[in-house]
């Protein structure tokens, strides 16, 4: 089903429950569609982001933009996605019936509706090319590194830990897409805060969930605190890295390597729990060791990292930012988006 497919099935659910919905002329923000709403005598003009599939990382991945009120239109929306949304003050409808729509004297909320039984799963679209799982590897280097973008593609593929005709793909959609550009002094990232959105939510459809290596419960929570985890070939990200605390007492340590760190885990009585744990294992999908310039870890800046901070390498600030949204967690969305504004490597990215 495409985009405008899902749009006009989510207005026929809309007029079902007594709801107008007039399409505008031209664009609004960004391309993006622009639609007034209205309930009773009451209306509001929003801008229409539509996703083909709605899971809660993608719900809190979303990027609100400047101007009119966002209304997310997909498919199904269930009820953890929607709560996503809601906690993040975003409108939504979905082609089932689903819909919240809030402002000044008007609240519609309806919920748990579901999609008829023996509904065929819908395919979504095929993705730009560059945006695919191997594709965000290769641009996650390009976000991470102000070097990746001015090497050889040969060199670049290393990196990302892809094909070299993989890579040249990748760029070539990417400068189609005007995200890169090539000058005289070679590519350059041309609209760098756009290329952190589409790559954080690249990474949380297509990539995040391929790197789970195991997850563990530790005995002592602040097991890091003064830890010297370099002699590991481990790297921190997640919460540890963000600075992040959990109300709930559920903060969790994530730790990229690239395989599972055994002495590490014997070493702190680690036991193995992949539903339950919180210091997650990830496989490292870079190649650190192949990047001009060497070491990562003066490239990292992440401001927002508690004290004491562990001995081990941080990985690089956009997959810190990207491992807040894929949580799905209201309280880390806001978290990330804290750390985007306060994060040197990010605000550049956004400045560009």
């Not at 975003?90 to 748990?112: E, K, S």
């Not at 490292?284 to 562990?310: M, Q, T």
Request: proline fraction near 7%; aromatic fraction near 4%.
């Amino acid at each position: 089903m495409n985009s405008p497919s899902i749009t006009l099935a989510a207005v026929r659910a809309l007029q079902n429950n007594g709801i107008a919905v007039r399409a505008n002329d031209g664009s609004a923000v960004g391309g993006r569609r622009s639609v007034t709403v209205h309930v009773g005598s009451s209306a509001r003009t929003y801008t229409v982001e539509t996703r083909p599939r709605m899971g809660p990382g993608v719900a809190a991945a979303i990027d609100v933009p400047p101007g009119p009120p966002l209304l997310v239109i997909a498919p199904v929306i269930g009820d953890e996605s929607a709560g996503v949304l809601r906690a993040r003050g975003i409108d939504f409808a979905d082609t089932t019936g689903n819909v919240r729509l809030a402002w000044d004297g008007v609240l519609v909320d309806v919920r748990g509706r579901r999609p008829p039984r023996g509904t065929p799963a819908r395919r979504p679209a095929a993705a730009a090319r560059a945006f695919t799982r191997s594709g965000a590897q290769v641009i996650f280097a390009l976000l991470a590194w102000d070097d990746a973008v001015t090497l050889p593609l040969r060199e670049l593929a290393r990196v990302g830990g892809v094909s070299l005709g993989t890579a040249q793909i990748v760029v070539d959609d990417l400068l189609r897409g005007g995200l890169l550009v090539s000058g005289p002094d070679g590519r350059a990232v041309a609209r760098g805060g756009e290329l952190l959105s589409r790559w954080t939510e690249a990474y949380v459809v297509s990539l995040a969930s391929k790197l789970s290596l195991a997850s563990y419960t530790v005995p002592d929570a602040r097991w890091w605190d003064g830890a010297d985890l370099a002699e590991d070939d481990v790297q921190i990200g997640g919460d540890l890295a963000a600075g992040f605390v959990d109300a709930t007492g559920r903060s969790s340590t994530t730790l990229y390597a690239e395989r599972l760190p055994a002495a590490l885990v014997v070493r702190h009585r680690m036991q193995r729990d992949d539903a339950n744990g919180t210091v997650h294992v990830r496989r490292r999908f870079w190649r650190p060791e192949e990047r001009a310039g060497g070491d990562d870890a003066h490239l990292v800046s992440a401001p927002l990292v508690p004290a004491p901070v562990v001995a081990a390498p941080l990985v690089p600030a956009p997959l810190v930012y990207a491992d807040l949204i894929a949580s799905g967690d209201p309280d880390r969305r806001a978290h990330a988006d804290l750390l985007r504004a306060r994060d040197p490597c990010l605000a550049q990215l956004d400045g560009t």
